[in-house]
């Protein structure tokens, strides 16, 4: 059997048990899982990814709520797991630390920044774990590495003693090998015992999205259709939305982060509005990364990784003046995509643009993928809703999946409706 030494994912051992709560039933009794090197337990010190700041910081003194419920619900937490320094990164390599290997496709980057996490599950080192997600850092790993991942609704899972990076767009995630899993974790972190599966009134699929990657459409599309229809009998309507144009029309402040369309247009393919959403959306993430940790960067001066250095530099010189307008983005995207899909409805869109990058991929390549992969990750970043990673197996040997999102505090309709389709895909 394979050990967590053969995929470098654990930063830490230990091995805590359960302390089950006399309130809540043991739901979860008998599996393990992996911590986030982001997450607080008490009597640990937390690494967030950087040596100088596991150096620079005292052991937590009390233990994350999100940790304490997985615990109180009976599993048994493993060990900590390798992070991309400071969360800042959709790759999952760590300079100081090493790249956890993916267990699907050795010579492939895991994904991060959730990297050690993804990566601990997909070995079957542990059935499940947690991680965080701001622009994508559960989603990403859990496509590469070929496993279910569940970016939660903004605030829907308590984000109490996690380190921050954004915390207007901060959620815990996790990640399973099955959906049964996931549910059930879910059902813990959500605070909802009792889960039941709601038929979808539409599947709407956002047609142009597609178009962003390299994997045929319908092999990421028809097995999803097919399990809706087999599930709910065709009650489902499933209809086909240019996205992209959808929220150009009605989210009017994203104007302020849009390029010339005529320079877009000699580029690879790709959605002006989408690209401008991940403009709106990674200038947040940095205006409060540089609120939350540059005093710590300027008085520690800790060493980073090349193109970390180069991010901090630029995250705590930049500008302010457009932080309004991320605000307004968010507002409006919000009630833009809540009327779109209503009560009942399902976005489905690529996880990310293609399978994992190469371990080796050059600067241009892997910053051209990461551009693609941040317009998708950003419709449920920066809207705030909920969206589940879903692997459908190998294309040309690598994995690949598909997202459903759904509104904001639609947790767990979206959890017990990835389930009810499992056995149908």
Partial sequence: MATDNDYGAFIEKLTISPTPSSLVPPSLQGLTFAIKDIFDVE??????????????????????????????????????????????????????????????????????????????????????????????SVRVPASYCGIFGFRPSHNAVSTAGVTPLAQSLDTVGWFARDTSTLKRVGCVLLKQPHLNCIEPDQLIIADDCFKLCSVPRDLLVQPLVGAVEKSFGGNTEVKK???????????????????????????????????????????SVMHEFKINHSAWVSSVKPEFGPGLSALMEVAIRMSDEKIDHCRSVKSELKTALSTLLGEKGVLVIPTVPGPPPHLKADVAALESFS?????????????????????????????????????????????SLVDSLAGFM
Wanted: glycine content about 10%; charged content about 10%.
């Fill in 43 to 136: 009597g640990h010190v937390t690494g967030f990814g950087n040596p100088d700041w596991l150096r620079t910081h005292s052991a937590a003194t009390s233990t994350a709520p999100a940790v304490s419920s997985l615990l109180e619900a009976g599993a048994t937490a493993f060990g900590f797991t390798i992070m991309d320094e400071m969360a800042c990164s959709i790759n999952g390599d760590n300079v100081h630390y090493g790249t956890p290997r993916n267990p699907i496709a050795f010579d492939r980057l895991p994904g991060g920044s959730s990297s050690g996490s993804a990566v601990a599950v997909a070995a079957r080192l542990v059935d499940f774990s947690i991680g965080t997600d701001t622009g994508g």
């Fill in 241 to 283: 939305v240019n996205l992209g144009g959808y929220i150009k029309e009605n989210v009017p402040s994203l104007k302020h982060f849009m390029t010339s369309e005529d320079v877009t247009a000699q580029q690879e393919f790709s959605i002006p509005s989408l690209m401008a959403l991940s403009s709106s959306m990674l200038l």
């Fill in 371 to 415: 551009s693609k992969a941040f317009s998708l990750l950003s419709i449920a970043g920066v809207s705030g809703f909920c969206q589940v990673t879903i692997p459908l197996g190998l294309h040309e040997n690598l994995p690949v999946s598909v997202s459903l999102v759904a509104k904001s505090g639609s947790d767990g309709f979206l959890l």
